[in-house]
């Protein structure tokens, strides 16, 4: 309740700019919103599978305080395909991939947010942030596509071994395999008795090991102290010139 609070009188600034907001959240609050319009309590809750977890920056909301209605107005297929993870699990790691996919297909080379995001982008996970950069990484790995030269064509591993052989103890195979194909940091291909022995870790579990390995371990890069000076000078100064950056 009190950071709802603390946002109101944000949200009554802007209203007294001209701006037309209104506050929607599935938290608690006393109704002491003052003159902004507010749809409180909103039930199922985001946590829940509730709808407010499926916006995006730049839906548009209608509230209709008359009717009594609180709708997204956001088409009816666009809205079906956003789920909402709210654990790193499969239903998770599907939403990702599929989200993936399409871009990385369509040829974007920038994608922003592509690891760690849970309940829509309300939440992250670190588990599910290394979960997914490792995923990324195989993405890059294809992105480098066929290298057109001779030991990409293979072309010596089809005279040694002929037809009707396999290729798996040809030097080809040999010299390639080690480099070849992108080892998955996070997975484990034990058996299933090798894998209950050695503690019957899963995939969060070992993800939660490694984001804390991997904090552990991080060793800030060098910057010079007067780069860092000046760019910390320039940020305040940019920050201090906006009418709006202390709401």
Not at 43 to 67: C, Q, V
Not at 132 to 139: E, L, P, R, S
Not at 219 to 246: F, G, T, V, W
Request: hydrophobic fraction near 45%; aromatic fraction near 8%.
């Amino acid at each position: 309740m009190p950071e709802l609070h603390k946002l109101t009188p944000a949200l009554g600034v802007l209203q007294g700019r001209g701006f037309k907001v209104a506050l929607v959240t599935d938290g608690r609050m006393s109704g002491a919103s003052g003159k902004v319009p507010a749809a409180i309590h909103v039930s199922p809750e985001t946590a829940h599978g509730g709808p407010l977890g499926k916006l995006r920056d730049g839906d548009l909301i209608r509230l209709d305080a008359t009717a009594g209605t609180l709708a997204a107005l956001v088409d009816a297929s666009a809205w079906a395909a956003r789920a909402q993870a709210v654990l790193p699990d499969a239903q998770a790691a599907y939403e990702s991939s599929n989200s993936m996919w399409p871009a990385f297909l369509a040829g974007a080379n920038f994608m922003l947010h592509c690891a760690g995001w849970l309940e829509a982008g309300l939440s992250m996970s670190y588990e599910k942030f290394v979960m997914d950069v490792d995923q990324c990484g195989a993405f890059h790995t294809l992105a480098r596509s066929i290298a057109l030269d001779e030991n990409g064509f293979a072309l010596d591993a089809l005279r040694e071994v002929g037809p009707g052989k396999h290729h798996l103890g040809s030097m080809h195979t040999l010299a390639n395999y080690q480099t070849a194909f992108y080892d998955f940091r996070l997975s484990d291909n034990s058996s299933y008795e090798q894998w209950s022995v050695e503690g019957a870790k899963d995939q969060l579990v070992r993800a939660n090991s490694l984001w804390k390995e991997m904090l552990a371990s991080y060793e800030e890069p060098p910057l010079d102290a007067a780069k860092d000076e000046a760019i910390r000078e320039y940020i305040e100064r940019k920050r201090s010139s906006m009418p709006d950056a202390a709401v």
